[in-house]
């Protein structure tokens, strides 16, 4: 109507101030329009654009819902798969050897008289062992367990546990005077359960690798800073740095048995704990300089 109205006027004579004016305010009217029209336009491809991706997000988070589901269940799977198979293993293993530590205790025992020192003590050696096998299914079984056991993590205070540790040690061998030195509040977040296990390990080592030390010394604390990372620390025998890459692997050792008994499971297990809490472990040590075990949890 507005174009009409001006061609009209247009045509009806000469370009006055008031036709002039009312040109300026139609142009800018028409602009306005346009711009309108273009901006509508973008906004329509603009939520077109948002509804498809909103689509995508919904049907990328059902698919991951789904995956998610899967692989919970296969996982679920693996693990009954693996609990049965340990128990299988644990108990036709323990069966044999259960055969062969009575049969090697009969023959030690009805046939004493017919057996020379020699024979003895290679009996007794097989007996030892037994034992030794033993001890090393039932640490296979309890790392076995902390993979697939459920974590409950709750505040907890490892200083308290540490404690409690190094009584049993003492009590355990109280010939030994070991200088323990712990923190007073060493809080965190963790497995109550898992952590008593990763501290039995880590203190235990401490203590059995100090015990040649005329003056065995532990140190249980944690370090300043952002990342604030536990320690247990001794002045025991230690081990080579190099190799320590090697040390958190199952059946890791770097002392002689006859030195100081162990399966090479501690370790393994203790970085197992760690790992399932989110967290990392490492060491510094020496050969004859102690060793120090840093871990985060």
Do not use: C
């Not at 004016?21 to 654009?49: D, F, H, K, M, P």
């Not at 197992?272 to 840093?294: M, Y």
């Amino acid at each position: 109507m507005g174009v009409l109205y001006l061609e009209n006027n247009l045509t009806a004579g000469a370009f006055t101030p008031e036709r002039l004016s009312l040109l300026q305010v139609l142009s800018t009217q028409a602009a306005i329009s346009l711009e309108n029209a273009v901006l509508y336009a973008g906004l329509s491809q603009e939520n077109a654009e948002r509804r498809r991706a909103e689509q995508e997000v919904r049907t990328l988070n059902s698919e991951l819902e789904q995956r998610v589901v899967e692989r919970t269940l296969a996982l679920q799977t693996t693990n009954q798969e693996l609990e049965a198979f340990s128990y299988s293993v644990s108990h036709d293993l323990r069966a044999l050897l259960r055969a062969i530590d009575g049969f090697s205790a009969a023959l030690a025992e009805e046939q004493a008289d017919k057996l020379d020192p020699e024979g003895k003590k290679y009996l007794e050696r097989v007996r030892a062992s037994v034992r030794r096998m033993a001890t090393l299914i039932d640490d296979l079984l309890h790392l076995s367990r902390i993979t697939t056991a459920e974590l409950e993590r709750r505040p907890l205070d490892l200083a308290r546990l540490a404690r409690g540790i190094i009584a049993t040690l003492r009590q355990r061998e109280p010939q030994r005077s070991v200088q323990v030195e712990i923190a007073d509040a060493l809080l965190t977040n963790a497995d109550p359960r898992l952590a008593q296990v990763l501290l039995e390990n880590l203190i235990g080592n401490a203590w059995k690798f100090s015990s040649k030390q005329p003056a065995a010394q532990i140190r249980i604390g944690k370090e300043p800073g952002p990342e604030g990372a536990y320690f247990v620390q001794d002045n025991g025998a230690g081990f080579d740095q190099a190799s320590a890459r090697k040390l958190f692997a199952p059946f890791q050792r770097f002392h002689q048995a006859s030195e100081f008994e162990g399966t090479g499971i501690g370790l393994a297990t203790v970085h197992r704990i760690v790992s399932r809490h989110g967290g990392r472990i490492w060491a510094r040590s020496a050969p004859g300089d102690g060793a120090t075990f840093f871990f985060t949890l």
